[in-house]
T-cell receptor, first 113, second 117 residues
Framework: QQQVKQSPQSLIVQKGGIPIINCAYENTAFDYFPWYQQFPGKGPALLIA?????SEKKEGRFTISFNKSAKQFSLHIMDSQPGDSATYFCAASRASGTYKYIFGTGTRLKVLA | GAVVSQHPSWVICKSGTSVKIECRSLDFQATTMFWYRQFPKQSLMLMAT?????????EQGVEKDKFLINHASLTLSTLTVTSAHPEDSSFYIC?????????????FGNGTRLTVT
């Protein structure tokens, strides 16, 4: 019940394409779903996050789609650029308290110039 | 936004020695910090939850005597890898949330690359 399943493991797109990364969770107590971007040799950086009371959230070129009934959420990167090449992690947690984050296994994205 | 500073960014040590890694929350108080370990091309593995003024909570399979955690103040947590061996070589990352702020996300330090020779 604690797992967050992330797919695909790796993804290659052309510049301008729209990579989509999917995550699924099991624990219905989760109410906070962030996405992190990690470049080699660096710590993960928060990209965007969503609560289950909305079905979509956009910040710049990044969009999270959330399907509460299916317990799934996904990250879309619009007009992807070579600088977006990184590893992306989804996570699930609770917004309040000291509850730990459960991370997905990561998706290595490469955007070709 | 919240900033978490981690030091050193990399360290090389000899087998059998101990290494201390510091994690500081720069603009907020962190009663709880988290320590992760990451192997190449893998996800983040939570090692322990560091609680200010009390003992850390270790995840299953993590040796508490090997990875000593001290959270002596609201802005500083340290991880000491004791009697390090080559298999302890990894990327260690700390993180913290501003629990005084509702809905505050988890912020990560930039990690410490430990190489044990």
């Amino acid at each position: 019940q604690q797992q967050v399943k992330q797919s695909p493991q790796s993804l290659i797109v052309q510049k301008g394409g729209i990579p989509i990364i999917n995550c699924a969770y099991e624990n219905t107590a989760f109410d906070y779903f962030p996405w992190y971007q990690q470049f080699p040799g660096k710590g993960p950086a928060l990209l965007i996050a969503i609560r289950p009371d909305v079905s979509e959230k956009k910040e710049g070129r990044f969009t999270i789609s959330f399907n509460k009934s299916a317990k799934q959420f996904s990250l879309h990167i619009m007009d992807s650029q070579p600088g977006d090449s990184a590893t992306y992690f989804c996570a699930a947690s609770r917004a309040s308290g000291t509850y730990k984050y459960i991370f997905g296994t990561g998706t290595r994205l490469k955007v070709l110039a | 936004g919240a900033v978490v500073s981690q030091h050193p960014s990399w360290v090389i040590c000899k087998s059998g020695t101990s290494v201390k890694i510091e994690c500081r929350s720069l603009d907020f108080q962190a009663t709880t910090m988290f320590w992760y370990r990451q192997f190449p091309k893998q996800s983040l593995m939570l090692m322990a939850t560091s609680n200010e003024g009390s003992k850390a909570t270790y995840e299953q399979g993590v040796e508490k005597d090997k990875f000593l955690i001290n959270h002596a103040s609201l802005t500083l947590s340290t991880l000491t890898v004791t009697s390090a061996h080559p298999e302890d070589s990894s990327f260690y990352i700390c993180s913290a949330r501003d629990f005084g702020l509702y809905n505050s996300p988890l912020h990560f330090g930039n990690g410490t690359r430990l190489t044990v020779t």
